[in-house]
């Protein structure tokens, strides 16, 4: 497995302007994740997918927030006219379908700042 | 309300000592368990899980847990702390109300003095 990539791994944009980050989980993987982290907190969920279903998305996942995986393979977050409280480390993780206990792997990350 | 509780946001001790990090979670079920660890700017490495069967987990870099239902907690514990530890430290829970994603604690920040 060569691991959960993200990219890119630091965004900096103004405030009002779109980003879109992306995320490639391990090869077989079906179930992709996308977490949000700010400073001093734990990991929370915002969606994830099942192959290129969408299955459930957190109430943290404003109108302003999309995510897509269209074949099942990568998946994009596409966050909308940024705000500063946007601001935060934004992880994937994937795992298998058939994994004991949902064993998730995460990514290292995309570091999203909004001035 | 479901949830996770690591109540010690800070903890520091010095290389060579024993550590023991807690993590209670609130369900009515016992769910998955896992510790994760973050170092400064990277993503989170998965320490070691519990999902059934013996109580006391071994994982990796010398690290154990053991869950106890009667206390809702999974503690981390390793018993010599090397200053390469030093990094936050995430419980996190999965396979609550037949849902798919972790809910994870606030972290405990381990420092490591030399």
């Known amino acids: 497995d060569t691991g959960v990539s993200q990219d890119p791994r630091h965004k900096i944009t103004k405030r009002g302007q779109n980003v879109t980050f992306r995320c490639d989980p391990i090869?077989?993987?079906?179930?992709l994740y996308w977490y949000r982290q700010t400073l001093g907190q734990g990991p929370e969920f915002l969606t994830y997918f099942q192959n290129e279903a969408q299955l459930e998305k957190s109430r943290l996942l404003s109108d302003r927030f999309s995510a897509e995986r269209p074949k099942g393979s990568f998946s994009t977050l596409e966050i909308q006219r940024t705000e500063q409280g946007d601001s935060a480390m934004y992880l994937c993780?994937?795992?298998?379908?058939?994994?004991?206990?949902?064993?998730?792997?995460f990514g290292p990350g995309t570091r999203l700042t909004v001035l | 309300a479901q949830s996770v509780t690591q109540p010690d946001i800070h903890i520091t001790v010095s290389e060579g000592a024993s550590l023991e990090l807690r993590c209670n979670y609130s369900?009515?079920?016992?769910?998955?368990l896992f510790w994760y660890v973050q170092s400064p700017g990277q993503g989170l490495q998965l320490l070691l899980k519990?999902?059934?069967?013996?109580?006391l987990v071994q994982g990796i870099k010398g690290f154990e847990a053991e869950f106890k239902r009667s206390q809702s907690s999974f503690n981390l514990r390793k018993p010599s702390v090397h200053w390469s530890d030093a990094a936050e430290y995430f419980c996190?829970?999965?396979?609550?109300?037949?849902?798919?994603?972790?809910?994870f604690g606030t972290g405990t920040r381990l420092k490591v003095l030399a």
């Open positions: 996190a829970v999965g396979g609550v109300s037949g849902t798919y994603k972790y809910i």
């Open positions: 993780a994937s795992s298998r379908l058939a994994s004991q206990a949902n064993e998730q792997f």
């Open positions: 369900y009515g079920a016992t769910p998955y």
């Open positions: 090869s077989e993987h079906n179930r």
């Open positions: 519990y999902f059934s069967g013996d109580t």
